[in-house]
């Protein structure tokens, strides 16, 4: 992977991220050009993950402003979406949460557009390079601002934080975690993002001890989003299910929400 710039305003972004994340900085990139299997692209505040080759699908980017996250933003459903009713959203209860599994962020967003605190952990440097490009413009945007205020960030294996946050003072009431696993969608848009992130991130194959760190940790409960036909983690059993078309909910509680 190499890091390059598509415009002069991401030449100064594109360098920074090569020295932090140790990648080489190409003045000149073509996306024809294998050399490097995928580029991240800097332009005028942005991120992008691309494949390069003739035939690579489009872009990757983290994006709370527009495209699917702004519809599902105004039509998404409110309180009544699984998702909510997974975390515990009910009446005035808005718990804090610890979206252990970033990826994109975008449940992490929807989570925080329903009025919860969400702190997002990633331990991949190039996703959490995305996320904070995706963050940063969500804070500019006067549309989505306020949404974005309630979302933090850091870059960290999730098991180790999970960890380091047992001698906080203030634990995460929900701790949300959706594992990487071999997705049947056939949209263009889930194989895109699959095909890049299985080459950057990789399967997690930590899954049963990232359940564990979040059992010994969460205030309240644990969610774990799976695809409807997976089999549970490995480990203690979820105390409940939600079930819908494609994906699911295992619901680990530990005590009653307020």
């Known amino acids: 992977m ?48 691309q494949q390069t080759g003739r035939k690579a699908p489009g872009p990757v980017l983290a994006d ?45 967003f929807v989570l925080a557009t329903l009025g919860c605190d969400v702190q997002m952990v990633e331990r991949s440097p190039i996703i959490h390079a995305l996320l904070e490009s995706g963050l940063q413009q969500a804070q500019a945007d006067p549309e989505v601002a306020d949404i974005a205020a309630r ?34 969608d056939k949209s263009a848009l889930v194989k895109k993002e699959m095909r890049v992130f299985r080459d950057v991130v990789g399967d997690d194959q930590d899954s049963a001890a990232l359940l564990e760190a979040a059992l010994q940790l969460a205030e309240y409960r644990v969610v774990v989003k799976r695809p409807r036909k997976a089999p549970a983690i490995e480990g203690q059993a979820p105390s409940y299910q939600l079930n819908g078309k494609s994906s699911r909910y295992d619901i680990y509680t530990l005590k009653s929400l307020l």
């Open 64 to 108: 709370f402003v527009s495209g699917a996250v702004a519809h599902r933003r105004k039509f998404g459903g409110g309180k009544g979406q699984m998702i909510a009713k997974a975390v515990g959203i009910k009446g005035s209860v808005r718990p804090q949460i610890a979206d252990v599994t970033a990826g994109l962020g975008r449940d992490s």
């Open 2 to 49: 190499a890091v390059c710039f598509a415009d002069e305003a991401g030449r100064h972004d594109a360098l920074q991220l090569s020295v932090r994340l140790g990648l080489p900085l190409l003045e000149q990139y073509d996306l024809r050009d294998q050399q490097y299997a995928q580029l991240l692209i800097c332009e005028s505040g942005s991120r992008r993950l």
């Open 151 to 184: 979302m933090a960030l850091v870059n960290a294996d999730s098991i180790n934080w999970l960890a380091e946050q047992q001698t906080s003072d203030q634990r995460p009431q929900v701790i949300y975690v959706d594992p990487m696993f071999p997705h049947t």
